[in-house]
């Protein structure tokens, strides 16, 4: 958050008052905020990037929620909320998780957390073709390696595959694979041209 617009955050927290951009009349906010952030919000006092009054003001109560690696007990239902949301979105049946995938989400390092974990289940939902995600389907790779990270596909690569798969879930039409991988249909004609993917005009 800009130093610049701190003060007008705590003015609001403070007093429940704002104004909308371009207008001068007063508006009353009657919310309560949550706010999360990975930052070390003390540090940045001390570097005087965040200022010490709005800290206090956000601070009332602190839940402190331990990095995905550190939560090995979450990850089966994670894995399932994510399985469910994806499988919806994808027009799928609710996938199964084989207990070999999850002993691989289970061991890797997870640093990004739980954007690189939502990650990582939509992909391997959406290449999945039988009823089952397997760990080769989550295309991690061994969490017992030296370095104990993530190594994903090149981003092209991984990116053709899932056009792949939706242009064979959908028998080559575009605008049918373009609604399932979620972009425009000019954006999905790009990227077939760019990879050479046979498609139905």
């Not at 798969?165 to 991988?181: D, N, P, R, S």
Request: aromatic share 4%; charged share 20%.
């Amino acid at each position: 958050l800009p130093l610049t617009l701190q003060p007008k955050l705590l003015r609001v927290l403070e007093t429940g008052h704002y104004e909308v951009l371009g207008s001068s009349q007063t508006q009353v906010a009657d919310v309560r905020l949550i706010s999360a952030t990975n930052a070390n919000l003390n540090q940045l006092v001390s570097e005087q990037a965040f200022r010490q009054d709005l800290l206090y003001r956000l601070n009332t109560i602190v839940i402190t929620i331990p990095p995905l690696r550190e939560r090995l007990a979450d990850i089966s239902a994670l894995a399932n909320c994510f399985i469910a949301k994806f499988s919806e979105k994808y027009h799928k049946q609710v996938l199964i998780l084989s207990s070999c995938a999850l002993s691989k989400l289970k061991q890797h390092n997870w640093p990004g957390n739980i954007r690189e974990f939502s990650h990582v289940i939509e992909r391997a939902v959406l290449l999945t073709s039988g009823d089952e995600i397997t760990a080769q389907q989550l295309l991690l790779e061994n969490a017992d390696s030296a370095n104990d990270s993530v190594i994903l596909q090149p981003l092209e690569q991984a990116e053709k595959q899932l056009i792949e798969k939706a242009m064979t879930v959908t028998g080559g039409q575009v605008i049918e694979a373009a609604k399932l991988l979620d972009i425009s249909r000019n954006a999905l004609y790009r990227r077939l041209e760019k990879f050479a993917i046979h498609h139905v005009e």
